[in-house]
């Protein structure tokens, strides 16, 4: 049972290129999460998804796109990416309510 | 835009002493959780609180939750070196769905 598995867990980029962050689950949650975790900020929701099908934005999603691509994954896309997207991105499943399962986070550097 | 404010930021203390961290807002929230996060992971619940004025032990940690859902405190009693890590809370908003309000965290440091 891996819980929830995010990859790559590092990245460097240049300013303007694209990547895609993969996660998957196998707790058979309906709900899945991308977070951005900054010094100071705590964490801050990106994109969510509720359920198989569906996904809305949360409080910072400007500059990403999300994918649900079944139960299981969620992907989050940076199409061009910016020196103010380096962060800590963490993905996170549950069910409807109640304790999120985070995965070990992808650390990227944008330059 | 809902906020939860930790304090205090940072707290270097020495193995045995005690230690409270507040976790406050202006909003109402339906339920608050507490997370600890060690370097390299993602973070792990800790508890959930629910009812105003609920009061929930888990070994040497206590927390509460204020009468009126919009603060919360974590004491730890004795604390000790495995206790070291980044404490978050989060705060519950049901707007059809639930999702989490983080606050900004507090990093611990307890030397032996």
Same mark, same amino acid.
């Given at each position: 049972?891996?819980? @929830?598995?995010?990859?790559?867990?590092?990245?460097?980029? /240049?300013?303007?290129?694209?990547?895609?962050?993969?996660? $998957?689950?196998?707790?058979?949650?309906?709900?899945? #999460?991308?977070?951005?975790?900054?010094?100071?900020?705590?964490?801050? !929701?990106?994109?969510?998804? $509720?359920? +198989?099908?569906?996904?809305?934005?949360?409080?910072?999603?400007?500059?990403?796109?999300?994918?649900?691509?079944?139960?299981? +994954?969620?992907?989050?896309?940076? +199409?061009?990416? $910016?020196?103010?997207?380096?962060?800590? #991105?963490?993905?996170?499943?549950?069910?409807?309510?109640? *304790?999120?399962?985070?995965?070990?986070?992808?650390?990227?550097?944008?330059? | 835009?809902?906020?939860?404010?930790? =304090?205090?930021?940072?707290?270097?203390?020495? *193995?045995? +002493?005690?230690?409270?961290? #507040?976790?406050?807002? =202006?909003?109402?929230? =339906? =339920?608050?959780?507490?997370?600890?996060?060690?370097?390299? *992971?993602?973070? @792990?619940?800790?508890?959930?609180?629910?009812?105003?004025? *609920? @009061?929930?032990?888990?070994?040497?940690?206590?927390?509460?939750?204020?009468?009126?859902? /919009?603060?919360?405190?974590?004491?730890?009693?004795? $604390?000790? %070196?495995?206790?070291?890590? !980044? #404490?978050?809370?989060?705060?519950?908003?049901?707007?059809?769905?639930? /999702?989490?309000?983080?606050?900004?965290?507090?990093?611990?440091?307890?030397? %032996?």
């Amino acid at each position: 049972n891996a819980g @929830v598995t995010q990859t790559p867990k590092f990245q460097v980029l /240049k300013t303007g290129q694209s990547m895609t962050l993969q996660c $998957a689950q196998d707790m058979n949650h309906n709900s899945m #999460y991308w977070y951005r975790q900054d010094p100071g900020m705590g964490l801050r !929701l990106i994109y969510y998804s $509720a359920s +198989e099908g569906t996904t809305d934005k949360g409080e910072v999603p400007n500059g990403y796109n999300v994918s649900r691509l079944n139960k299981r +994954e969620f992907s989050l896309r940076l +199409e061009s990416a $910016a020196p103010s997207q380096t962060s800590v #991105y963490f993905c996170a499943s549950s069910e409807s309510v109640g *304790e999120q399962f985070f995965g070990p986070g992808t650390r990227l550097t944008v330059l | 835009t809902q906020l939860l404010e930790q =304090s205090p930021q940072f707290l270097s203390i020495q *193995e045995g +002493e005690n230690l409270t961290v #507040y976790c406050n807002s =202006s909003s109402v929230f =339906s =339920s608050l959780q507490w997370y600890r996060q060690e370097p390299g *992971e993602g973070p @792990v619940l800790l508890v959930t609180v629910v009812t105003g004025g *609920e @009061v929930k032990k888990l070994k040497r940690l206590t927390f509460q939750f204020g009468d009126a859902r /919009k603060d919360s405190s974590l004491h730890i009693t004795a $604390a000790q %070196p495995g206790d070291t890590g !980044l #404490y978050l809370c989060a705060g519950a908003v049901n707007t059809g769905f639930q /999702k989490l309000v983080f606050g900004t965290g507090t990093r611990l440091l307890v030397s %032996p």
